[in-house]
C-alpha cells in the first residue's frame, strides 16, 4: 500500500467530503475535554507532523489523542510516551456526534486535541520532523 504525504490526504479527505472539510477550533458538542496532563519538568512534545490530520469521528467512540508526538499511529496514541516522554499522557475524548475534524499533528495546539492553526508558526514549521519507517 502507497503511503500518502499529508498534503495529499487532506486533497483526498476535501474531495470525499465534498469539499467541505470542517475546521473544528471547538470540539463537537458532548462532554468537557480535559486538558493535556503535563506535569512541571515533564519531557515536552515532539513535532510529530507540520499539519493537521483530518479525521472521520464516530459518536459515542472513545479516542486518545497523542500529546507527545512519538507515536507512530498519528494523531493517536500507541503507548510510545510511556518510554519517551513519562511525563506526557495521551488526552482521551468522546465526542456526541459524528464529525470531520482536524486533528492537532504539531502537538502545539491551545485546544487540544484540535487544530487551532499554530502549526503555521516558525517554530513549529522549522522544527525536525522524527523519523519514520
Ligand atoms: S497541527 Fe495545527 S495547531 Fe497543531
Same mark, same amino acid.
Given at each position: 500500500?502507497?503511503?500518502?504525504?499529508p498534503a495529499?490526504?487532506?486533497?483526498?479527505? %476535501?474531495?470525499?467530503? @465534498?469539499?467541505?472539510?470542517?475546521?473544528?477550533?471547538?470540539?463537537?458538542? @458532548?462532554?468537557?475535554?480535559?486538558?493535556?496532563? %503535563?506535569?512541571?519538568?515533564?519531557?515536552?512534545?515532539v513535532v510529530a507532523a507540520k499539519e493537521p490530520?483530518?479525521?472521520?469521528?464516530?459518536? @459515542?467512540?472513545?479516542?486518545?489523542?497523542?500529546?507527545?508526538?512519538?507515536?507512530? %499511529?498519528?494523531?493517536?496514541?500507541? @503507548?510510545?510516551?510511556?518510554?519517551?516522554?513519562?511525563?506526557?499522557?495521551?488526552?482521551?475524548?468522546?465526542?456526541?456526534?459524528?464529525?470531520?475534524?482536524?486533528?492537532c499533528g504539531c502537538k502545539r495546539? %491551545?485546544?487540544?486535541?484540535?487544530c487551532?492553526g499554530t502549526h503555521k508558526e516558525e517554530a513549529v514549521q522549522g522544527a525536525p520532523l522524527?523519523?519514520?519507517?
Amino acid at each position: 500500500m502507497r503511503m500518502l504525504s499529508p498534503a495529499a490526504l487532506v486533497t483526498l479527505v %476535501r474531495a470525499a467530503a @465534498g469539499g467541505g472539510v470542517r475546521r473544528c477550533r471547538a470540539p463537537p458538542a @458532548g462532554p468537557r475535554i480535559p486538558a493535556v496532563r %503535563r506535569s512541571s519538568g515533564a519531557p515536552q512534545p515532539v513535532v510529530a507532523a507540520k499539519e493537521p490530520f483530518p479525521v472521520e469521528l464516530k459518536a @459515542g467512540k472513545t479516542y486518545a489523542w497523542c500529546s507527545c508526538g512519538h507515536s507512530k %499511529r498519528q494523531p493517536f496514541c500507541d @503507548g510510545a510516551h510511556k518510554k519517551a516522554a513519562p511525563g506526557l499522557s495521551p488526552l482521551r475524548f468522546t465526542p456526541a456526534e459524528d464529525a470531520l475534524v482536524w486533528l492537532c499533528g504539531c502537538k502545539r495546539t %491551545r485546544t487540544p486535541p484540535y487544530c487551532d492553526g499554530t502549526h503555521k508558526e516558525e517554530a513549529v514549521q522549522g522544527a525536525p520532523l522524527p523519523p519514520r519507517p
